[in-house]
Structure formats: structure tokens, C-alpha cells
């Protein structure tokens, strides 16, 4: 079966960093990208970055930059996103999200996760 | 880098109507490279249009999209229950940036 599965909910303090991990299924892993979205609460989607599954390539947005590491595992087909400095307004729902290789150029995102819960608070 | 503004913000529908939503991209999108996107309350999106007008695997012909540089429109042709939802464009190829979302809710 095709799919993408995240791992579950984080409760983190301010400062600490919290990984999120997305386990592909179903097909050649090495064939698409991972994107990580984020989504804050009652808020709309934000692309955080992606990390292609052929070599480990990865881009960020320049939000992120300093903040966000993206690796593969591609022994296990798992893609794991880690943000570091965590603050209150990082509490979001995470989705990693596929989209096909093109040689360079972004493609779509025609399968999602079903998303992972962070929560940053005192 | 290119802005992806939806509007309205919120549009309120009957089933059985058409609903017309609207993306504008404050620079010509590269290759007409946009995508839509459905969210239902606690769900993933999911993919309904890319390449602006073609239909992903399995979404109903009454899903069409439109447009291209930088207007693009979503056009559902009879709303049903299950399309009262939250639609997002996403343009890809070059960069990856999303709209900020329309409500389509139930009048």
C-alpha cells in the first residue's frame, strides 16, 4: 500500500528540538522527494522544505534555514525532519508530503501523511 | 519571490451551486506549474488539479481548473456535501509557495 506514515505527537519545551519521522511504503523511495509542511493552528499550509529520496539533496525556505535538518534513512525508505530552537509559534501540525523527481524542478505533492502534532509550551 | 493570493476568503454556498475560486500570482507562474489542493477538517490535503487544469487519479470531472501566467481559477460546476471544504493553490516547478486558503461553507 501506498503511504506515508508520521510518527506521533511531540510535546516540547521552548529551546528544545523535536524530529519528525515519515516511514514511505508502497514504492521506490529513491524515485521522489519529501516535502515538510507545516500548518499552525486554524492557519494554511507553509513549505518548510525538501529532501530528494535519489541522493538526499535537500532546499529549504529561507525561514528555516538555520533551524531545519532534513535527512533520508533510505535503508528503512524514512524521512525525518528535525527543528532546533523551538518557540511557541513552531506549535503546528507537520505533514511530509511526496512529490515526484523532475530533474531539478519542484513537482506537485500527490501523497500526503496524515501529519504530526507538535506542541511547544512551558 | 511570487506571492499566491486566493480570494474570497471565505465563500458561502448551497449545494447544488458553483462555486468559482480564485488564485493570483503576483508574477507569471513558470509553465502554468499550479495545483489545487482540498483540506477537509482534521485531514491531509489532497490533491485535486495540477499543470492548472488536469485532474488527479480519481477526483470527479465536476472539479475544473483554469487560467494561466498569473489568474487561476478553481471551478467545482454543483457543490455536494463532502466539497464543503478548504482549497489551497500551490505553484511548484521553480519555487514552492501556497495561497492562503478559501473556505467553501455551507450557506
Known amino acids: 500500500q501506498v503511504q506515508l506514515v508520521q510518527s506521533g505527537v511531540e510535546v516540547k519545551q521552548p529551546g528544545a528540538s523535536v524530529k519528525v519521522s515519515c516511514r514511505t511504503s508502497?514504492?521506490?523511495?529513491?524515485?521522489?522527494?519529501i516535502n515538510w509542511v507545516r500548518q499552525a493552528p486554524g492557519q494554511g499550509l507553509e513549505w518548510m522544505g525538501w529532501i530528494s529520496g535519489f541522493n538526499g539533496d535537500t532546499k529549504h525556505a529561507q525561514k528555516f534555514q538555520d533551524r531545519v535538518t532534513m535527512t533520508t534513512d533510505t535503508s528503512t525508505k524514512t524521512a525525518y525532519m528535525e527543528l532546533r530552537s523551538l518557540r511557541s509559534d513552531d506549535t503546528a501540525l507537520y505533514y511530509c508530503?511526496?512529490?515526484?523527481?523532475?530533474?531539478?524542478?519542484?513537482?506537485?505533492?500527490?501523497?500526503w501523511g496524515r501529519g504530526t502534532l507538535v506542541t511547544v509550551s512551558s | 519571490e511570487s506571492v499566491l493570493t486566493q480570494s474570497p476568503g471565505t465563500l458561502s454556498l448551497s449545494p447544488g451551486e458553483r462555486a468559482t475560486l480564485s488564485c493570483r500570482a503576483s508574477?507569471?507562474?513558470?509553465?502554468?506549474?499550479l495545483a489545487w489542493y482540498q483540506q477537509k477538517p482534521g485531514q491531509a490535503p489532497r490533491l485535486l488539479i495540477f499543470g492548472a487544469s488536469s485532474r488527479a487519479t480519481g477526483i470527479p470531472d465536476r472539479f475544473s481548473g483554469s487560467g494561466s501566467e498569473t489568474d487561476f481559477t478553481l471551478t467545482i460546476s454543483r457543490l455536494e456535501p463532502e466539497d464543503f471544504a478548504v482549497y489551497y493553490c500551490?505553484?511548484?516547478?521553480?519555487?514552492?509557495?501556497f495561497g492562503g486558503g478559501t473556505k467553501v461553507e455551507i450557506k
Open positions: 508574477q507569471s507562474v513558470w509553465y502554468n506549474y
Open positions: 508502497g514504492y521506490t523511495f529513491s524515485s521522489y522527494g
Open positions: 500551490q505553484q511548484y516547478g521553480s519555487s514552492l509557495t
Open positions: 508530503a511526496r512529490e515526484n523527481l523532475m530533474n531539478g524542478v519542484h513537482w506537485y505533492f500527490d501523497l
